[in-house]
């Protein structure tokens, strides 16, 4: 069914929407994919926080003009789906990576990040960026660290001497 003039404006105000508040794009190839299928998908993509669409090729051409995602325009080819990332870098790619290892007609081909466009290779890449809590949990450790090895220092001397008076006090005990 062809989109009229309105319907096309819609698709486009709403696919450059997400990608003015996306971190990361990936594009597949969802050729071969059942509705049920891609409706899998789409729920798996509600849940993690990724904005899924399926739109004319020319239509996203539109879309992501004047988006740090323009440096996907000259290789949007062949029927692809659109993931876009909106809370956490690597979601859209984590989400594409796992299902694609469970339905193979899911192919990946572009991969965009801060307004670089990488091969489909940097997928494996993107998907082991840490969420929003990982790199938190990351930073705290870092953080604490020195100060944890400054506690244990300053303990140090008097823990060496209570088990020096320990010793004597054994010693003296025992003889």
Do not use: W
Request: proline share 3%; charged share 25%.
């Amino acid at each position: 069914m062809a989109l009229n003039i309105e319907q096309k404006k819609a698709v486009v105000a709403e696919v450059a929407e997400a990608a003015n508040n996306a971190l990361a794009a990936v594009a597949a190839e969802y050729r071969g994919l059942t509705v049920e299928e891609m409706t899998e998908l789409r729920v798996k993509a509600r849940e993690t926080g990724v904005y899924l669409k399926v739109a004319k090729n020319t239509l996203v051409r539109r879309a992501v003009e004047g988006t740090e995602f323009e440096c996907m325009s000259e290789s949007l080819t062949g029927p692809l789906l659109l993931a876009f990332s909106m809370e956490d870098p690597g979601a859209a790619a984590r989400l594409v990576k796992d299902y694609a290892k469970s339905h193979e007609k899911l192919v990946t081909r572009l991969v965009a990040v801060g307004g670089e466009l990488y091969d489909a290779s940097e997928l494996e890449r993107l998907s082991s960026l840490p969420t929003y809590d990982q790199a938190l949990a990351m930073l705290m450790g870092v953080m604490k660290a020195p100060v944890e090895k400054f506690v244990r220092t300053l303990a140090e001397p008097h823990t060496k001497l209570v088990r020096t008076f320990a010793a004597v006090r054994d010693a003296k005990q025992a003889a």
